[in-house]
């Protein structure tokens, strides 16, 4: 079993940063990577970035310039360091790890005023 909890969202101007953190606690030597995912209003889920237990990391297009995908594994922590923040990237962020299931977050809510 794997546990997550994200934490660091909120409410930002157009332009702003926010910082996510993902604390991962139980089974973590059993996960393979661990992603962001994000899902607005009337949209499906779509991934964010992702971070394997390597340290090798991937993004989807509209992150890339913007958003920064990192790992503390001394803290077993992933962060997503977010720039640059745009009034659609308005939307319930998830982490999410891939181990023997999937494990999910709560979620953590970002709001990106215009």
């Known amino acids: 079993q794997v546990q997550l909890a994200e934490s660091g969202g909120g409410l930002v101007q157009a332009g702003g940063s926010l910082r996510l953190s993902c604390a991962a606690s139980?089974?973590?030597?059993?996960?393979?990577?661990i992603g962001w995912y994000r899902q607005a209003p009337g949209k499906q889920r779509e991934l964010v970035a992702q971070?394997?237990?390597?340290?090798?990391?991937n993004y989807a297009d509209s992150a890339k310039g913007r958003f920064t995908i990192s790992r503390d594994s001394a803290r077993n922590t992933v962060y997503l360091q977010m720039n640059s923040l745009k009034p659609e990237d308005t939307a319930v962020y998830y982490c999410?790890?891939?181990?023997?299931?999937?494990?999910w977050g709560q979620g953590t809510q970002v709001t990106v005023s215009s």
């Open positions: 999410a790890a891939v181990a023997d299931v999937d494990y």
């Open positions: 139980g089974s973590i030597f059993s996960i393979l990577f």
């Open positions: 971070i394997t237990s390597g340290g090798l990391a």
